[in-house]
């Protein structure tokens, strides 16, 4: 049970795709998944049409892009969950989920190889942009219906599915048995892609998120200038916007949701200093943001802070807080009894107090009383105050603020992991089957920089359980190993560089 106490306004080239067969395959799988009014197919139901059969339909655009929203969505889902578990907001309990993932230098493309909905992070988005080089390269040219608000969401589709890519893996090939490509060229399709949308449709339902989407890949090539024009033309726009993808109750639940709720053993806990944000996705058909403004105004912060003008960079980290906290709380009746693996019993009680590491200040308010009745975030929530924000006195100070606000406000969206500079590798099947791949091939190996902990240990908190083997709390004193955004800001990471 959930209720809102602040609800936020949301808003023919055979050479390309995964294999042109894929594409095909997902128009006329996807086609027939959807359930609700949002995925509604209204369109071609049979799994054995042809694609000259799709581009004999009256509309065949129109009929193909509820296939292409249902791939997008498990895109994201899929991203939301395997990259959250790899970083240090959450760890893996329970059957659902490989434990390789805590252990990032362990990850092998066998690892990769799944293509559920929930984990096929790696399947699931060159399904998507393989879906959308079908739909925009082959039906679409011959398809005079197609209107151009139609053809720019399948735009920004496409441009998202090299975003996210080139977020987190260093190659990955873009055409059938083609040469891996790099991140940053998958970065610049992304932005072109997002462009074209934006040239189709600049004033229509997708237009803000698509220059939301030029901004998030800006940072992530590096382009501090192009990076922050978009930005603030994407708050110039709207200033408080929330571009998520939706779900359907009955038919493709909110992936996260699945480990955070409905499952028993709840596989996936957040670091103990995260509790406070978690579970989020409160109900099956939860939105997953893909863009919102608070992103906007942290790219704002990042930018200024990697020219040195951290006072700057401290206004606008201000606004990204402000705007997190004005988006309010869900309640919750929340049954997850907080166990680990071992069946031992994680912080649950609103009487511990959290320190980041070994040398931070023990800090109160960031566990939760579990079970019961709990109040949290499902858009946007930080532990951060704007006004405590900017008293900050120091560059320093700022530094370790902003990737403390950028974990906890993108908390569960995808963007942590590749935060902390970690690329995954591309799946087995790709590796075996693509000649212009082999073992040692870029893009077929795990990349984890040298300053993130080894084995498991930066989900690691001392003690491991407070509690007692009756379960009675022993001590309200917890300390997190490792600060990962203390490390970050003592290294300078940032996307612009110095």
């Not at 936020?8 to 009014?37: E, I």
């Not at 990955?172 to 940053?184: D, K, L």
Request: glycine residues 8%.
């Amino acid at each position: 049970m959930t209720t809102d106490s602040k609800a936020p306004g949301r808003r023919r080239s055979r050479s390309k795709g995964w294999a042109r067969t894929s594409g095909l395959m997902a128009a006329a799988g996807l086609v027939v998944l959807a359930g609700c009014d949002f995925l509604d197919p209204t369109g071609v139901e049979n799994p054995r049409t042809t694609a000259d059969d799709l581009a004999q339909a009256a509309e065949p655009v129109r009929a193909l892009l509820p296939g292409l929203r249902v791939q997008f969505a498990r895109a994201v889902g899929s991203v939301a969950v395997i990259s959250e578990v790899v970083s240090d907001n959450y760890s893996v309990h329970g059957t659902g989920l490989s434990t390789v993932w805590d252990d990032p230098r362990t990850i092998q493309p066998t690892d990769m190889n799944s293509t559920a909905g929930s984990t096929g992070i790696y399947w699931n988005l060159q399904e998507l942009r393989a879906l959308a080089d079908f739909i925009l390269d082959e039906i679409a040219p011959g398809d005079e219906t197609a209107g151009n608000d139609l053809l720019a969401e399948a735009h920004y589709y496409r441009g998202m599915a090299y975003v996210i890519q080139g977020e987190n893996f260093t190659h990955v090939p873009t055409e059938a048995n083609g040469t891996p490509r790099p991140a940053g060229e998958l970065l610049q399709r992304g932005v072109a892609d997002l462009e074209q949308s934006l040239a189709l449709d600049g004033t229509g339902a997708f237009a803000v998120a698509a220059r939301a989407g030029v901004a998030r890949a800006q940072r992530a090539t590096g382009n501090r200038e192009a990076a922050v024009q978009a930005a603030n033309q994407a708050l110039g726009q709207s200033g408080d916007f929330v571009f998520d993808r939706l779900y359907d109750a009955s038919f493709f639940t909110n992936p996260p949701h699945l480990f955070l709720v409905v499952r028993a053993l709840k596989e996936m806990q957040p670091l103990p200093r995260l509790d406070f944000l978690d579970p989020k996705y409160l109900t099956r058909e939860s939105g997953i943001p893909v863009a919102k403004a608070e992103e906007m105004h942290l790219i704002l912060a990042e930018a200024a802070l990697s020219t040195g003008n951290w006072q700057d960079a401290r206004g606008h980290l201000a606004d990204a807080v402000a705007l997190a906290l004005s988006r309010g709380t869900s309640s919750f009746d929340e049954d997850d009894v907080r166990l680990s693996g071992d069946l031992s019993v994680r912080p649950r009680n609103s009487e511990i107090v959290i320190r980041a590491d070994p040398d931070s200040p023990f800090r109160s308010g960031l566990v939760l009383d579990r079970p019961g009745i709990i109040q949290v975030p499902t858009v946007s929530g930080t532990s951060l105050a704007a006004d405590s924000v900017q008293a900050l006195a120091t560059e320093d100070e700022v530094w370790h603020a902003f990737h403390l606000a950028r974990q906890e406000i993108l908390f569960l969206e995808g963007r942590r992991m590749s935060d902390l500079g970690i690329r995954l590798p591309m799946m087995l099947r790709e590796i075996d089957q693509n000649p212009s791949i082999s073992q040692g091939s870029p893009g077929t190996t795990v990349t984890v920089p040298a300053y993130i902990p080894p084995n498991d240990r930066m989900n690691r908190f001392d003690p491991a359980s407070p509690y007692d083997a009756n379960e009675n709390l022993v001590t309200t004193e917890v300390t997190i190993l490792f600060d990962l955004n203390r490390i970050l800001a003592e290294n300078r990471v940032t996307a612009f560089g110095g």
